[in-house]
């Protein structure tokens, strides 16, 4: 199964609101020939144009092949939310990890915030940022935990940007009478994700970054000097990195064996009146529950419903994506029964047993950075700075990120479509208990 063509056609962004609202930079050519550069990134999304903006900025000879368009990934595709922390809650993360582990961690992740409101006020770009996220629970028994969780945050990480909404505070945020509590963090934020891969674009562009679109690579050679070979070009570097996440596609065997691709879905409504937009998010905020098949979603600046849910069970994606999203939006908004779905689409994102980031060194100089599993906005922005540092011989970050549990899923990339298709059939049905 070739994961970049499979639902896609190479050199095409999807159709989706974000591709009819952003200008495209570019393209950039094809890498063609024998090409010599201090550092090879494999990967145009927001990890691999973070890494060649920030070893640009440093003066290296940089260059980035994207097999598709800048941005055509998960990073142009997704729900656009900007989120503090690691992908798991710090109280769970402080169970695998040292305290003094689980503080830098947090503060990596408070970071890599702050890096992409860095990113998006030197670009200029208008990425229509927003502040603040919502956690909304849709059972009762998840309130005891969350009201903890907000008491952890500010005890012991002196983190007051979050608090605790009960029944009645998370259903004026959210508008639905769905959720029973919830926490607000206003601390993490939401923006248009293609737009934000653009500009980064453009900025590595600037730097002095060589971009090259429609540039798959087939093969790298990891063991010594890195050699990368695409159909027209072999790259010679000094240093690698690949910054492939969901759509790496098997090209380097240990990745595949720690880094699962899955699909999810989106679907964006014709704008809503004025009134019924207010009353479902009044204040903006972006929203994500806490079902394992989790909702997620948010309101556009022209009163778009940007809806984001539905499970799937295997890695094509599924013929009618309004209909897989209108399922779980309607137990969301009922009032959105009759809304015209304008725009539908699936992304591929990568996940990792533990949910946790995979760096991995895959040579003497070739490096991975993947597996955000579902906070790759801020965390593959901040990932791409760390690479950069590591191809310095600034290691110290790297080093800990590649020290966080990475367990292999069982049975390799052979078993993860059975085993993937198990446990979303498992955990969409306790969804619903």
Known sequence: MDILTYNDRLGEHPQS???????????????????KADV?????????????????RRGLDVV????????SGASGRNGGQVSMGQRLEQDELETHV???????????????????????????????????????????????????????????????????LDRDAVRHETGSEDYHSGTLDMGSGHLH???????????????????????RATKVETKGKP?????????????????LNGYHNNLDHDVAHHVMPINNFIAVTAPLPSGLAAKLIPNRHAVA???????????????????GGGESYGYKFPTDIRAKVRAPMLGVYPELKDAKLDYAWGGTLGITMSRLPHFARLGPSSISIAGFSGQGVALATLAGQIAAEAVEGQAARFDLMQSL?????????????????????WYALRDKI
Not at 64 to 71: C, F, I, M, Q, T
Request: glycine share 8%.
């Open 40 to 56: 090879c990134v494999v990967g145009g999304g927001y990890a691999g144009l973070s890494a060649a903006l920030h070893m640009a």
């Open 98 to 164: 040292s305290m003094d582990d689980a503080r830098m961690l947090w503060d990596l992740g408070a970071e890599a915030v702050s890096l992409v409101k860095t990113i998006l006020s030197e670009s200029g770009d208008d990425c229509d940022w927003r502040d603040g996220v919502i956690h909304a629970n849709h059972r009762a028994r998840f309130s005891d935990h969350s009201q903890k969780h907000v008491d952890h945050m500010h005890k012991v990480y002196g983190y007051d940007k979050i608090r605790y």
């Open 227 to 243: 050699r990368i070979h695409t159909d027209q070009a072999v790259i010679e570097a000094d240093h690698l990195i690949l910054a």
């Open 193 to 215: 994700p293609l737009r934000y891969a653009f500009a980064i674009a453009r900025l590595a562009e600037a730097a002095g970054a060589r971009l090259h679109e429609l540039s």
């Open 405 to 425: 549990p990475s367990p292999r899923f069982p049975g390799g990339p052979s078993l993860r479509t059975p085993l993937l298709a198990l446990a979303m059939t």
């Open 64 to 71: 980035l092949l994207e097999a598709s368009r800048v941005g």
């Open 17 to 35: 609101w974000y591709a009819a609202t952003a200008e495209t930079p570019g393209p950039y050519p094809a890498a063609t020939g024998t090409i």
């Open 289 to 307: 529950d806490s079902r394992f098949v989790i909702n997620y979603y948010r309101m556009s600046p022209d009163n778009r419903m940007i809806f």
